[in-house]
């Protein structure tokens, strides 16, 4: 079990995969810089600014300006990390893939359960603000909104959220139709959400007050941090970027400048809507806001203009961004279940790519269904601090891959390489680590249990339909072959692709394969 749970997928072996060499028809490489780019964008923008100043400001203070910097700066070691492996593993499947050519199968299985815990969940957070803002949208135009019970999430007035459902529903649908079309969409949303945040930040500062900084963090240090734990779920986008491997020109040159891009372009916004708001509203009205199921940033423009049109435009256009986010964060846990089912670790069905659309159209009705029904059903406050606890410890595996795949194969192509080796992988891992520690219990339990149920699912499915263990791949570093397994043993398990001998040839894979 040890070895198995430690044998590695050779680099090459899972670039060839992406060519469509082993894996029947491939995904359809038509994604740019400029595309990719705006997909890290999109996911990141919206998934915080448009919902978390509610809930962190009355923890942090004004100092939540910090707290944004702090976890901006934890995802930026993790970011440069990303960008090392996504030059030398330009694939689908993001840290899943990363952890199955440097950790092991077994790392990698939970790993993967923690990216599909943790896009699942904030598709289903974002989801749940929509209504909120789409609420606003009508009562401004129509003077009405849907009754709390269908358009509040459980725990604040709701019982089933009707526009969660409906949002992820209609994103499936999009998807399900090709990448180049959900691309085109995606990019007219990210400009509709970035001219909104910049009319925001034009608006709220003018009724800037520096007085409302004056308690700057009342709950000191550790407000602050905790609220930095707290935000650390906004920065999934740049993780979103690696998803996409196998549908971008020239991804060893592409992936790693999108990531950079991504994270300095949201940073930014990030810190500016935050200083603006809170410049023009007390800190203790946000928390106010949140409990009452108000959207908060059009709340602070209503206040600020003393009419109803600048809220108007602010909510209309976090209608049209929060979709783009659940867009593109489904797009990533779709592709996550591809690259698994890929490798047998999931159902085949996971994997199937249909050969007009090249897209994985069944695995992206599969995943909608299910997190429509969680973004409908489960209460929020849960939600937000589980998306931030899958994403760091994600970037923990990210951080020991980059040293691993150090060692194991030093000569791997590498379009980029982390600075300051081993110094900020080290870091990276440590400030993640600390994070993670912050979070509620409550949010570790229910990790743990997620753990435990992947786990079971490895132990009655994975192990068993594993393509590596049926292929006769060598389980570890140094570790025999199974039974039948081709020559080259340790080579394979150093990360390399083994090469039949002179008179043998290929090995054909199973038929379940």
């Known amino acids: 079990m040890a070895d198995e749970l430690r044998r590695r997928k050779p680099i090459d072996r899972m670039i060839a995969e992406a060519e469509g060499d082993y894996s029947g028809p491939p995904l359809r490489r038509t994604m740019g810089l400029w595309q990719l780019t705006l997909l890290g964008i999109s996911s990141v923008v919206g998934t915080g600014i448009f919902f978390v100043l509610g809930t962190t400001v009355p923890k942090a203070g004004p100092s939540v300006v910090f707290s944004f910097a702090i976890a901006a700066a934890v995802a930026g070691l993790a970011a440069l990390c990303y960008v090392e492996l996504a030059g030398a593993v330009p694939v689908a499947g993001s840290t899943y893939s990363y952890a199955y050519a440097s950790l092991g199968e077994g790392a990698a299985y939970l790993v993967a359960w923690c990216l599909i815990l943790e896009y699942g969940v904030a598709v289903s957070t974002v989801a749940v603000s929509w209504g909120q803002y789409l609420n606003e949208v009508s009562d401004s135009l129509f003077g009405f909104t849907l009754p709390d019970i269908i358009s509040q999430p459980p725990g604040a007035g709701g019982w089933f959220n009707v526009p969660a459902l409906v949002v992820v529903l209609l994103c499936s649908l999009l998807l399900a139709r090709g990448t180049r079309e959900s691309a085109v969409v995606n990019t007219v949303m990210v400009c509709i959400k970035i001219g909104v945040l910049v009319f925001f930040v034009a608006v709220a500062i003018t009724a800037f ?13 550790a407000g602050v941090t905790v609220a930095a734990s707290g935000v650390f779920f906004s920065y999934v986008g740049f993780d979103a970027v690696s998803t996409a491997g196998e549908e971008v020109r020239n991804p060893r040159r592409t992936i790693p400048l999108a990531i950079l891009l991504t994270l300095l372009v949201v940073t930014t916004l990030y810190v500016a ?53 659940v867009l593109v964060t489904l797009f990533g846990q779709t592709r996550i279940l591809f690259s698994m089912a890929r490798d047998g670790l999931v159902p085949e069905v996971f994997r199937r790519v249909d050969r007009k659309r090249h897209t994985p159209t069944h695995n992206t009705w599969i995943v909608g269904v299910g997190v429509g029904l969680l973004a409908a059903f489960v209460p929020l406050q849960h939600l937000a601090d ?16 980059v040293v691993v795949l150090r060692r194991i194969a030093p000569d791997a192509p590498r379009s980029f390489k982390v600075p300051f080796y081993p110094v900020v992988p080290v870091l990276a891992a440590g400030s993640c680590l600390y994070l993670a520690y912050l979070l509620p219990g409550i949010t570790w339990t229910l990790f743990g249990v997620w753990l435990l149920l992947a786990a079971a699912l490895y132990l009655g499915f994975g192990r068993r339909h594993s393509r590596l263990r049926h292929e006769g791949a060598p389980t570890g570093d140094n570790g025999p072959a199974d039974d039948g397994g081709p020559a080259g043993g340790d080579a394979a398990a150093r990360g390399e692709v083994v090469r039949p001998r002179a008179g043998e040839s290929e090995p054909t894979p199973p038929p379940h394969a």
Request: no cysteine; glycine share 12%.
């Open 273 to 325: 809507v935050a200083v603006a708001g809170v410049g023009a509203q007390p800190a203790g009205e946000f928390g106010e806001q949140a409990d009452a199921g108000e959207a908060v940033l059009a709340e602070i423009l209503r206040n600020v203009t003393g009419t109803g049109w600048p809220a108007l435009v602010l909510s209309t256009g976090a209608v049209v961004s929060i979709f783009s986010v």
């Open 386 to 401: 589980l998306t931030s606890l899958g994403t760091l410890i994600a970037f923990v595996a990210v951080a020991a891959a």
């Open 209 to 221: 007050n520096s007085d409302h900084f004056s308690d700057f963090a009342p709950h000191g240090v």
